[in-house]
């Protein structure tokens, strides 16, 4: 009996609790103990405010005893502070928010989706511009060096050798420089190519080996626009699929995030992970490395949930406190400003948390689907359609108990 009600403790404290929920309530609680010395013991002015000297004032056995009291209270209410974590994370991701709030706060995130498609559609021509270039290159520069053979070609109208490479030189690190801005980029790229033509047509042999090397750095520059633009329609469109759902876009960029996890898994294979999620889980093996990370993951995402929260918690309460006990301005003044800094903060990185948590639930489903079909005993399907209908037809019959045909696997 005692070795069962250890071994369910040692499950409850485990290392993903740890970190989700006892550090968090621990550095809070350890950051309030010291404010209180600090600011508000002497302030009080009772004998005993003190809560460091007055302990230390006890003997050895009351302090174990309070030591282990306080411990079993620190955990009790961290279990607590745990079964409130969904709640919070609900709030943050604007369920059950009024209409009338909701409406703008989706407004905004519609306008942010926007911009972001706007961008993919003006990097859309540059691909084909950019697949041209080499050919439109190749007939310029050739066009040059036929000139440059022609001896009745008036060379001196184009300029002096020196200049006219130092300027061929200069339009490509114009290129470069613009490389990060690639709409940018890609206009320079003409006026780059013009300037190589000239320094082509007025070749001479000494130079010769030069615009050689001015023709392969306009070929390498033309490469590194081109993956440019494939980098960053790439990372545009990873940022669309991971932050905002296909259908209606929740009022905060956490609830986006999450309904962006359901929206993608549910567009590709047909499968709701609101309802299959658990099962999934259930078939995923304890020395999964997928399984790992999204314990890890869900650990970290409740972490900052939580300090989110104590954030807000402990500027409210320690404002009040201060105020009331006429403390220091200045530390009235430092709690004000850090502690929303802090509660954005925590925010930011819970948004970051749900991302890589996403990830790993979405790699999760590609993986390790057709193991919860196996133990389903279910036929896999063959084709996309044919799983998208499987998996809608299985909700429909596990989930509300309507009559669905269900192709299974007696093999």
Request: aromatic residues 8%.
């Amino acid at each position: 009996m005692l070795t069962a009600t250890l071994d369910r403790l040692q499950n409850l404290l485990s290392q993903q609790f740890l970190v989700a929920y006892g550090l968090p309530s621990l550095l809070f609680a350890a950051l309030s103990l010291v404010l209180y010395e600090v600011a508000l013991a002497d302030r009080i002015g009772a004998e005993g405010a003190s809560l460091l000297a007055w302990y230390n004032a006890l003997d050895g056995v009351l302090q174990a005893a309070i030591g282990l009291l306080g411990t079993a209270i620190f955990v009790t209410l961290t279990f607590v502070l745990a079964l409130l974590v969904p709640l919070w994370r609900r709030l943050l991701e604007g369920r059950g928010l009024p209409d009338w709030i909701k409406a703008p706060l989706r407004a905004a995130h519609r306008d942010r989706l926007w911009e972001l498609q706007e961008r993919r559609r003006q990097l859309a021509p540059l691909k084909r511009q950019l697949e041209l270039f080499p050919k439109c290159s190749a007939r310029q520069i050739a066009e040059a060096r036929s000139k440059a053979k022609d001896h009745s070609e008036d060379r001196s109208k184009l300029g002096e050798p020196a200049t006219l490479l130092e300027r061929a030189q200069e339009s490509l690190r114009e290129v470069w420089a613009e490389s990060d801005l690639v709409q940018a980029a890609v206009v320079k790229l003409p006026s780059a190519l013009e300037a190589v033509c000239y320094a082509v047509t007025l070749n001479v042999s000494t130079r010769k080996t030069e615009t050689e090397k001015l023709i392969d750095r306009l070929n390498a520059t033309a490469e590194h626009v081109s993956n440019r633009r494939s980098a960053e329609d790439i990372a545009l469109a990873k940022q669309e699929v991971r932050e905002f759902p296909h259908e209606l876009l929740a009022p905060t960029r956490l609830g986006n995030v999450a309904d962006a996890i359901r929206s993608r898994v549910g567009h590709v294979y047909g499968m709701d992970t609101d309802y299959f999620w658990l099962h999934l889980e259930a078939v995923l093996k304890d020395d999964d490395s997928l399984k790992a990370q999204i314990l890890d993951g869900k650990a970290r995402l409740d972490a900052m949930l939580l300090l989110c929260f104590y954030s807000g918690l402990f500027t409210l309460g320690w404002l009040v406190l201060v105020w009331s006990y006429a403390a220091s301005l200045w530390l009235f003044l430092g709690i004000g400003l850090i502690g929303p800094v802090a509660m954005v903060m925590f925010y930011q990185l819970a948004i970051e948390s749900y991302l890589a948590l996403g990830d790993s639930m979405c790699s999760a489903v590609d993986l390790r689907r057709f193991d919860l079909l196996q133990a389903l005993k279910v036929v896999r399907p063959t084709d996309r359609d044919g799983e998208m209908q499987l998996w809608q037809n299985l909700q429909r019959s596990l989930a509300y108990g309507e009559p669905v045909d269900r192709p299974y696997d007696t093999t």
